[in-house]
């Protein structure tokens, strides 16, 4: 009997995955099911992979079949009644949104369906276009009207467009797709659904993630033994971590540029569209420092193993005169207990966790960031009274967040407060899904931080630099790739490259307005 499936979407911009599992028999296929989302091989596991977003959320069926749409967490947006009634689609996608572009209402949510010449489709984006403004003018012009303020819906409507080779009975979809990225070359990662087809896409520069994971019988998920007969189905996601949950196994990423085709045959490559020669790939490094779980894959290193290389190479160059290691829990953990292997001193904690608040740096305005705090963390005293603490925190971005800490932690008897941060100052604003909207709001563009030692009660404050945070990335990528060429005796290897532009004002392509 066919499940519900689904296609998710969280993340910066959001994250979504695509499943397609076989309802077989031990006779082979016998039905065909698809599902997306990042998380979860039924609709309820949508939540569990919402970690970063949860500002709005959607689900369609079949496209053009059962639509649901809420505002807030998938949790509280979905009733169970509402989700019950998907239980036997066939197909589709869901999408929890983290507004970059457009405002946090129901008409932005995703995702979005419109009616094409072969029928409908439905689209789901993680990213944010850097030439939205244009685009938005230019379908205008072709008398195209939009009915949100979300540069996804753009997306949606470029695909509806006829390419000029076209066959009138039957569309060209890599074709749609390629035409897409001539007309902006970044940022998105996008899952298409047309029919009983879904289309996995990434932009040429490979700003957003997306990975595949292969659907394998429960008693072959852990462990080396699910051989490529045991596959079930197949799921795409902007996060590896969401496989698990639902019973699946890492296969592999999604390359930059890339046309992956699902459906009832499996898993087929299309197309990789190249970038302007001499142009290097440009993954987003803030996925790796704070955005994605530390038990994602990317680049075939896991995220939690690279912040632990950040917080090492962080002990490195800037050490500290102290008695104890500690983290603001819980994304700069790994970092933390990276600093503490390297600089030899005891990690500890001296922040209990309130689990129950969601993270800070993505709450839409000030006020809220710093209520969420207040509410967010509760001292353990008997850890670090009477010493001196070095505090691991992952970024510093407004500095909000790290001010009501460090007091929080004076008061409770701490002798030091030393803030080391496992990444550099941020100083530019993202235009590729991230919400740093303006200069002004970031702490590194502040008079203030010019003292921000100072300005935050803290007894010092050091960042790691870009070329260390670069090479702590790079160093597992260039081991994995290594590893490949001796597997597959395969001597070229994939280039290599990080969009650092919120660090450095690099962006990695040319901004439109």
Known sequence: MPCATVIHRISQASRYEAVLQFNGGTHGVRGVRYRGGVRGFRVCRC??????????????????????????????????????????????????????????????????????LHGKIAVAHNGELVNAHALRKKVMRHGVGLSTSSDSELITQLLALTPPMEELDSPDWVARIKNLMTETPTSYSLLVMFKDVIYAVRDPYGNRPLCIGRL???????????????????????????????????????????????????????????????????????????????????????????????????????????????????????????????????????????????????????????????????????????????????????????????????????KEVHIRVASPPIMFPCYMGINIPTKEELIANKPEFQDIAGYIGAASVKYLTVEGLVSAVQEGIASHNEKDKMNSNNKSSRKVGHCTACLTGKYPVELKW
């Open 47 to 116: 939540r569990r992979v919402a970690h970063s977003t949860g500002r709005g959320s959607g689900l369609n069926f079949g496209v053009g079949g059962l639509t649901a749409q809420g505002m807030g967490l998938v949790s509280t947006a979905f009733s169970p009644e509402a989700l019950t009634k998907l239980r036997h689609g066939n197909l589709g996608i869901c999408h929890t949104r983290y507004s970059t572009t457009g405002m946090s209402e129901l008409q932005n949510c995703q995702p979005f369906v419109v009616d094409t």
């Open 216 to 414: 394998v019988p429960i008693s072959k998920l852990h462990g080396p033994g699910a051989e490529e007969e045991d596959t079930e189905g197949w799921v795409v996601s902007s996060e590896s971590c969401s496989f698990q949950s639902i019973g699946a196994k890492y296969y592999r990423e999604v390359l930059p540029g890339e046309i992956v085709q699902i459906s009832r045959h499996g898993v087929k490559s299309l197309s990789v569209v190249p970038r302007p020669e001499g142009d290097l790939p440009a993954f987003c490094i803030f996925e790796y420092v704070y955005f994605a779980r530390p038990d994602s894959i990317f680049e075939g290193q896991m995220v939690y193993t690279v912040r632990q290389r950040c917080g090492r190479q962080l002990a490195i160059e800037s050490p500290t005169d102290a008695d104890v290691v500690s983290t603001v829990p819980e994304s700069a953990t790994p970092a933390a207990l990276g600093y503490a292997q390297q600089s030899g001193l005891p990690y500890i904690e001296v922040l209990c966790k309130n689990r129950y608040v969601g993270r800070t740096f993505i709450q839409p305005n000030t006020r809220l960031r710093q209520l969420g705090v207040a509410k967010k963390f509760g001292a353990l005293t008997d850890n670090f009274a009477g010493k001196r603490v070095v505090l691991i925190d992952d970024s510093i971005v407004r500095g909000n967040t790290i001010s009501p800490i460090i007091k929080l932690l004076k008061e409770a008897g701490a």
